[in-house]
């Protein structure tokens, strides 16, 4: 079943967080995910405003989206994320109706 990467991004340094976004895709591709959300415009519909980058990921399975965040492929990636943002990361199992 597939599975969501739900990301709440605060970026706090936009030059580094910049190198970030320039090595995250070619790891997702190894690990079978994808882009559904990039950052974008947003529109609050209900709840506190706030003015956070929001990505989703989707992945084949719930543990492809482990995989992939512990990979070797993601590490460099994830420690110039840390460094250059605040982030709330959630992996989400997918419905199927």
Not at 9 to 25: A, G, N
Not at 45 to 74: C, H, I
């Amino acid at each position: 079943m597939a599975a969501y990467v739900l990301v709440e991004v605060e970026v706090t340094d936009p030059t580094t967080y910049e190198d970030y976004k320039k090595l995250t895709p070619a790891t997702l591709a190894k690990y079978d995910g994808r882009f559904i959300v990039r950052g974008g415009a947003t529109v609050t519909l209900e709840g506190d405003e706030k003015s956070v980058r929001t990505v989703v990921l989707e992945f084949p399975t719930m543990e492809r989206a482990q995989e992939w965040w512990n990979s070797p492929e993601y590490t460099e990636a994830r420690a110039i994320r840390q460094r250059a943002a605040n982030t709330r990361m959630v992996v989400l199992e997918g419905f199927e109706g």
